[in-house]
């Protein structure tokens, strides 16, 4: 899919422009996450409950930089009650009040502090709260938070 739309993307986007992006499809039967990337920040994969959490490969070439471009599959593991948390960069480009960006155990950390329930809507909702607490000023780019939560089937 994304050889394909990169394809699609490159003679469409101007010089200095392009897009990173994660698809991922879960398989609730074969209770696995198979994902590809173009660019996208490291996803953090967790199991509620748990003090489990991991970050995993997110390399590749960002979407529309070049032509003839392959993409990695990989599949990791997503049994009930893991979850996914996406971001974009803004999230971890944004400075806090003393300048410091924040780095991978500060992405963790505020995830965790914010995940209290199997409720994904809430924790974001308390994630981008802490966040903009954390943080002294507007992110200077879009600020994207996604979190996927398998819950019991």
């Excluded at 394909?4 to 897009?19: C, D, I, S, T």
């Excluded at 990173?20 to 590809?36: H, N, P, V």
């Excluded at 173009?38 to 996803?43: H, L, S």
């Excluded at 948390?85 to 914010?114: C, M």
Aim: hydrophobic content about 35%; proline content about 5%; charged content about 25%.
């Amino acid at each position: 899919y994304l050889c394909v739309l990169n394809e699609q993307l490159k003679p469409l986007l101007p010089l200095g422009q392009f897009a990173t992006m994660f698809y991922g499809i879960i398989d609730t039967k074969e209770d696995t996450l198979a994902y590809s990337a173009a660019g996208a920040p490291f996803p953090l994969v967790g199991r509620l409950g748990t003090s489990e959490l991991q970050y995993h490969e997110a390399a590749g070439v960002p979407l529309g930089m070049k032509q003839n471009v392959t993409y990695e599959n990989r599949r990791l593991d997503f049994p009930e009650d893991s979850y996914l948390f996406l971001y974009s960069d803004a999230l971890i480009e944004t400075p806090d009040r003393d300048g410091h960006d924040l780095d991978e155990n500060g992405v963790k950390d505020l995830l965790t502090k914010s995940l209290t329930s199997g409720d994904a809507h809430s924790t974001l909702h308390r994630l981008r709260d802490n966040f903009d607490h954390w943080t002294a000023a507007s992110p200077v780019d879009d600020l994207t938070l996604v979190l996927a939560i398998r819950s019991h089937d």
